[in-house]
């Protein structure tokens, strides 16, 4: 569910398209990618690069289950982690371009409960503020402690994560918010908000997100799974994506590892929509492919001026107490959900238990690409990650 910013002997199984792209640079960059992997500290991933007509090159590394060394492909499935709430901006504008609601909206216009910043009782709260992280909603740390629920009570000996909760523990995704951000709520503190009026600094809030996705099934009667279904996987033709184990097919869930020997157990997430989608490079190659093609204005999920609405720049220098130059630092600015650089990169970067992910296009080329990774990352991880990523990077300019 929280960013990651990164970037500031046997060799791996794998599946190859080719797309629009010289079959000797593709195996030569897959002979690469296979050279990384052989690092041992990952143990499967997989990765797209696009543009904005098609998938130029998407492939898996590795292995989705390292016990019976089943391999990961591009089809692989697993959880992205916070490239998820790039999915919040474009339900967002979709749900404002069929009238359903504004983003200068108050966001209590679609709450059951009253949700207010009790520094600054009478300063409203927008639906803007949400989608650009400037609500003065931060996460507490409930949202750790209890955000995080196994699958199952038996996990045949995976690791169980110190923050992971019994499934009896589940509860829904509306229900989660009031607890923590209504005043009768349970967990409620004054301190899960800034001491700073709504719109004022920048602050990264997963549970914020998740509250733009609750206000959006509030909005237009369709739950955010239903809705997000039926406006982006369905006309993307995303098969192979879902919010939950239930809408996917299990069975090409990758396993998902604390190191490359330990396996963790299987997890839900309660606030689904900030981390918790389930898809595959070869699926998200295709929206991210969508993504570009908007940003040129030829977008087909959006109108023009909603794809304008999305990549604006949202904030200012003075949103921020320091900024991040560096080149993926998904925080420098924000759309509407949508992290951009200040070196021209669009997109975001992911990461939760057993997963890391970054997703990003050049908005100078319009050539973007993408990692999903099985692992939690340690040093010796971090820099295998950043030598895939540098790998993509060196081949963008070579298709």
């Known amino acids: 569910m929280k960013t990651i910013l990164i970037l500031i002997g046997l060799l791996a199984y794998c599946s190859i398209t080719y797309g629009q792209i010289n079959k000797t640079t593709a195996e030569t960059l897959t002979q690469e990618l296979n050279q990384i992997y ?80 009790p520094h600054f009782p009478d300063q409203t709260i927008t639906i803007r503020h949400l989608a650009t992280h400037t609500s003065s909603i931060e996460d507490p740390s409930r949202y750790e402690k209890n955000g995080y629920v196994l699958k199952e009570k038996n996990n045949g000996g995976a690791k169980v994560n110190r923050n992971f909760r019994s499934p009896d523990e589940i509860m829904e995704h509306g229900a989660f918010l009031e607890t923590l951000l209504s005043k009768d709520g349970d967990w409620y503190k004054k301190s899960t ?57 299990f069975s090409q869930h990758s396993k998902l590892y604390l190191n490359k020997e ?6 839900r997430l309660i606030n689904y929509p900030d981390g918790g989608l389930i898809t595959s490079s070869s699926d998200l190659g295709k929206y991210l492919t969508e993504l570009i093609a908007g940003y040129s204005g030829n977008g ?8 304008r609405e999305l990549f604006k720049a949202q904030l200012t220098a003075a949103n921020y107490s320091q900024r991040n130059e560096s080149v993926y630092n998904d925080e420098y600015n924000m759309g509407i959900f949508m992290g951009m650089s200040s070196k021209g990169q669009i997109g975001h970067t992911g990461g939760d238990p057993g997963v890391a992910t970054h997703m990003f296009f050049n908005t100078e080329t319009n050539i973007g690409k993408l990692l999903i990774v099985n692992t939690e990352l340690n040093n010796e991880g971090i820099n295998e990650f950043i030598d895939i990523w540098l790998k993509l990077e060196e081949y963008e300019t070579k298709l």
């Open 262 to 267: 330990t396996e963790l157990a299987f997890y």
């Open 38 to 117: 052989s690092q041992g500290h990952i143990t499967g991933f997989s990765v797209s690069i696009v543009n904005q007509d098609s998938i130029l090159y998407t492939n898996g590394f590795g292995f989705s289950n390292a016990k019976v060394q089943k391999p990961y492909t591009q089809n692989t499935i697993q959880n992205i982690a916070s490239i998820s709430k790039t999915f919040i901006g474009i339900a967002l504008l979709k749900a404002q371009e069929l009238g359903k609601l504004n983003l200068e909206d108050p966001i209590n216009k679609y709450l059951p409960y009253v949700i207010e910043n």
């Open 300 to 307: 087909k999920l959006l109108s023009r001026q909603g794809y």
């Open 193 to 249: 908000f800034l001491k700073t009026r709504p719109g004022a600094m920048f602050k990264y809030s997963n549970i914020a997100s998740g509250l733009a996705a609750f206000i959006i099934q509030n909005a237009t009667g369709y739950t955010f799974p239903e809705f997000t279904k039926k406006y982006i996987f369905k006309p993307l033709e995303m098969s192979h994506s879902g919010w939950s184990f239930t809408e996917v097919d």
